[in-house]
């Protein structure tokens, strides 16, 4: 099975910063890569897809990048609705699996 | 506008069953592939289980193979978990999602199933 490991678990950064969440695969999965925003009682928001896809409606201050086994989640300019939990998820092979997360907390 | 209303969750006791539902409406629901997503308290994102767009393949995790059964009915546009032999480890709110190619692209609000005695 293919574990995935983000990298911080949390991080403190202020409304402006500019943010990089890692995501490394156990072994390679191509672009099989999605990022998730998770805000609680609400529905979980699809932000990438395919690695470095913004899905439809998704600011453009976010963006996502690599292939095989390293992604990176790049939040450009904090707004104040970002503060929320992001998860990492690979769609290259059941099971799917989803990093542990990334809390982004206001400094 | 697509829309995934969970419903079913509640409490049960260990060694119990539930049904959990999904009702899935602005989109053709006999085109996507769809999957149940759950997070227990204070924990992360688990993927559970995804049913494929004709129904024929279905995929579990490890945690619940053998316990949980997915199934979809086209008739009715919705997507079911049936979870027997329920632990409390099991104590997540599951999420409906469906998917678009790898990825899960719409989910639900999520409803919350409890174990407990």
């Given at each position: ?14 409304a ?63 707004q104040p609705e ?26 | ?117």
């Open positions: 099975d293919i574990q995935m490991t983000q990298s911080p678990s949390s991080v403190s950064a202020s402006g910063d500019r943010v990089t969440i890692t995501c490394r695969a156990s072994q390679g999965i191509s672009s099989w890569l999605a990022w998730y925003q998770v805000k609680p009682g609400k529905a979980p928001k699809l932000l990438i897809y395919a690695a470095s896809y913004l899905q439809s409606g998704v600011p453009s201050r976010f963006s996502g990048s690599g292939s095989g086994t390293d992604f990176t989640l790049t939040i450009s300019s904090l970002d503060f929320a939990t992001y998860y990492c998820q690979q769609g290259n092979s059941f099971p799917y699996a989803f990093g542990q997360g990334t809390k982004l907390e206001i400094k | 506008e697509v829309q995934l209303l969970e419903s079913g969750g509640g409490l049960v006791q260990p060694g119990g069953s539930l049904r959990l539902s999904c009702a899935a409406s602005g989109f053709t629901f006999g085109d996507s592939a769809m999957t149940w997503v759950r997070q227990a308290p204070g924990k992360g994102l688990e993927w559970v289980s995804t049913i494929s767009v004709r129904g024929g393949n279905t995929f579990y995790a490890d945690s619940v193979n053998g316990r949980f059964t997915v199934s979809r009915d086209y008739s009715k546009n919705t997507l079911y978990l049936q979870m027997n032999s329920l632990r409390a480890e099991d104590t997540a709110v599951y999420y409906c999602a469906k998917m678009t190619v790898r990825h899960f692209d719409y989910w639900g609000q999520g409803t919350l199933v409890t174990v407990s005695s």
